[in-house]
């Protein structure tokens, strides 16, 4: 099973910064389409948008002209960037293979991102 892990969330003010990091255990994203996803507490994950094996992004109309999705191949890595962020964007963000998808893996623990107003 593919190993998923997710980094660079913490707590910033209403209208900041942060850039998320994926990382995955194998080699899997130009095979598929990687979404980012966040949870809030007592709700299921939304998606916030993917990136398709050919690099085309796609987002939630709630993140629109705010984050933006990238990968690094090499790397294994995707990347949320996220700008001007909104208290509403606070939650627990986790990336994984959109489905379908017949790559076999495991949800990573996610990163917290919390915005303070």
């Known amino acids: 099973q593919v190993r998923l892990v997710e980094s660079g969330g913490g707590l910033v003010q209403v209208g900041g910064s942060l850039r998320l990091s994926c990382v995955a255990s194998e080699s899997i994203l130009s095979t598929n389409t990687m979404g980012w996803y966040r949870k809030y507490p007592g709700k299921q994950r939304d998606g916030v948008g993917s990136i398709t094996s050919d690099g085309t992004t796609n987002y939630h109309d709630s993140v629109k002209g705010r984050f933006t999705i990238s990968r690094d191949l090499d790397k294994n890595a995707v990347y949320l960037q996220m700008n001007s962020l909104k208290p509403d964007d606070t939650a627990v963000y986790y990336c994984?293979?959109?489905?379908?998808?017949?790559?076999?893996?495991?949800w990573g623990q996610g990163t917290q991102v919390t915005v303070s107003s």
């Open positions: 994984a293979p959109t489905f379908p998808t017949a790559t076999y893996y495991l």
